[in-house]
């Protein structure tokens, strides 16, 4: 990198990639609203091209209620994100804790207004520390890596 060339990181563009709202049976409305609620959430990275990367946070909420599944919600937001310059031991944290912080409450507000607007009361996922996480993946990822030279 030439001392001219400045590091650039931008969002480029912030997009919904995937969403899907499953309601299985009109039952679930007849009964008390007491749901169980089981969230996964994923990210993802995929370079496209020397300079930008597409990172997508993927969630998948399913509520049950009163043993039967009231709705199935799975979205994936995704942003195309500008890296030039940045330091190749940046790219990891860029990619997997500054882009999702930025990804999150576009997720957030997708999952919510599917979910109101399939009649079930308002669900607003609880903030993540996507720092925190990353650091904790890249502790476990060390921990393992010590083990197997162990």
Known sequence: MSEEQQAQLALE??????????????????KEWQPE??????????????THYEVSLKVVVQANNAGETAFIVDAT??????????????????????APNILFPFLREAVN??????????????????????EANMQRVQEAAAEGQA
């Open 113 to 134: 207004d599917l979910v109101t607007k399939g009649s079930f009361p308002q669900l607003l996922l609880t903030p993540i520390n996507f720092d925190a996480e990353f």
């Open 77 to 98: 937001q995704a942003g195309i994100f500008l890296v030039d310059g940045i330091e190749e031991d940046r790219l990891p944290y860029i990619l997997g804790a500054y």
């Open 37 to 50: 609620l089981n969230i996964n959430l994923s990210s993802a990275a995929e370079k496209i091209d020397d």
């Open 13 to 30: 563009r912030i997009y919904t990639k995937d969403l899907s709202f499953e309601v299985p049976g009109a039952g679930v409305f007849t």
